[in-house]
């Protein structure tokens, strides 16, 4: 069924958008999204609280767990002729069979009279559009090979260093498991254990083979021995996660290292919304790495879709709200809470914090940038090659040569 669905998809304060106050009365919009955190809900409330200080009346439908689970309720939903006034979905192709079926409303007028184009990265302009036309509305800029760590339970282990190589990796999760602790707060679904494998893929591998491998589906690249060297590092590590991993929630990985119970986690920059959530401080409670190997910035993120709609207030609503999540003030109001960046490149991020910083010191750098899978390779393949990742890890008796092979055999069957 999952896959069936996949083949039909494939602040706070008032914020002028040029539509305020009476002239917007009325505009009341569901919004369909899986930010249910403490961090990302907090993140929705600065953006609910903006667009109904613009006149507009937010109406809330938070569906808990990942995307996996809502977006299928979405679809079905959109398909079924019961859409939501706005969807979340991540930057990339995962709106294209929308798009293709003309369920989606385009943005082309709205952001051509909002200059969408010279606020957003070339990368991200194109990852909005579909054939030439926008469709989404981005709201911000996720890093998501974020390498986190307990400040505290480093301490505790004698871990007085960032580990910038594998073997200092290694030796620094050796210190943390004998002084009792856990050495990685792993959430053992696939998609979570896939965020990891590419972190590792970006980082060791290279921005090169990541590109080859997810970009250029080559064969070849994933037969190397670069790669394989990649797949045994990221089988190593079964050995420092514990009984509790499997199927565990992103967020409560992150409770563990806020808790001072684990050291590392690898994740996207949303788990940094975690900490914020805690009252917790950039490198002061807590570390981000973009590592270790190459500290490059793999740049995903979320937007937002607007299914057409037959009636015109309803309509007027969306408008409303997707200038909301393209102004500057919406879109740093959302990143403070939600631990990303904004989209736009016009906004002044100074005040954000020490890891976000290190992210927008990388995006100045266009030699430091690579897009995510979900944004690269068409979602048949990332969803099957998730899969295979998470029998990869759960599965000792799998060699790299097979794991390699099978990936292989999954982007050919889909081509």
């Not at 403490?38 to 109904?52: I, M, P, Q, T, W």
């Not at 979320?302 to 919406?330: C, H, R, W, Y």
């Not at 000792?396 to 097979?402: E, F, G, K, L, Y």
Request: charged share 20%; glycine share 10%; with cysteine.
């Amino acid at each position: 069924m999952r896959k069936l669905l996949m083949a039909l998809v494939g602040a706070t304060a008032l914020i002028t958008v040029g539509i305020t106050g009476a002239d917007a009365a009325g505009k009341k919009a569901e919004v369909l999204h899986w930010w249910t955190s403490g961090g990302e809900s907090a993140a929705v409330r600065e953006l609910a609280n903006a667009f109904n200080a613009s006149g507009g009346e937010w109406v809330d439908t938070a569906i808990a767990g990942s995307g996996s689970t809502a977006r299928p309720i979405g679809i079905n939903r959109i398909i079924g002729g019961n859409p939501p006034t706005a969807m979340q979905f991540n930057t990339g192709t995962q709106m294209n069979d929308l798009a293709e079926q003309g369920l989606l409303r385009p943005l082309d007028d709205l952001a051509q009279q909002q200059n969408w184009k010279a606020a957003l990265t070339p990368a991200f302009y194109e990852a909005i559009q579909y054939k030439g036309h926008i469709y989404g509305a981005p709201i911000n800029d996720h890093g998501q090979n974020w390498l986190f760590y307990s400040k505290a339970v480093f301490q505790k282990a004698g871990v007085t260093d960032e580990p910038k190589t594998w073997d200092e990796m290694f030796a620094a999760l050796d210190k943390i498991k004998a002084a009792g602790l856990i050495p990685i707060a792993v959430g053992g679904q696939p998609w979570q254990l896939q965020s990891m494998f590419n972190a590792i893929l970006l980082g060791e591998g290279g921005k090169d083979l990541y590109s080859q491998v997810w970009k250029d589906l080559s064969p070849d690249a994933v037969k190397s021995d670069k790669f394989k060297h990649v797949a045994e590092i990221f089988a190593k590590l079964r050995n420092y996660q514990d009984p509790g991993s499997p199927n565990r929630d992103w967020n409560v990985a992150t409770g563990m290292l806020i808790d001072g119970k684990a050291g590392i986690q690898f994740m996207g920059d949303w788990a940094k919304g975690e900490f914020i959530h805690a009252n917790m401080v950039a490198d002061k409670d807590f570390g981000c790495i973009l590592g270790p190997g190459e500290s490059n910035f793999m740049m995903g993120g979320d937007i937002f879709v607007f299914p057409v709609l037959k009636n015109a207030e309803a309509t007027d609503a969306q408008t409303l709200l997707a200038t909301v999540i393209m102004s500057k003030e919406g879109q740093l109001a959302f990143n403070s809470k939600k631990g990303s960046v904004p989209v736009r490149l016009d906004v002044d991020t100074s005040k954000l914090d020490a890891c976000a910083q290190k992210g927008l010191t990388a995006l100045k750098d266009p030699s430091r940038q690579i897009l995510a899978p979900d944004v690269l390779t068409p979602q048949d393949i990332v969803q099957s090659v998730g899969d295979l990742i998470a029998q990869y890890w759960t599965t000792p008796s799998m060699t790299a040569d097979q794991f390699s092979d099978q990936w292989n055999q999954i982007v050919a069957q889909a081509k």
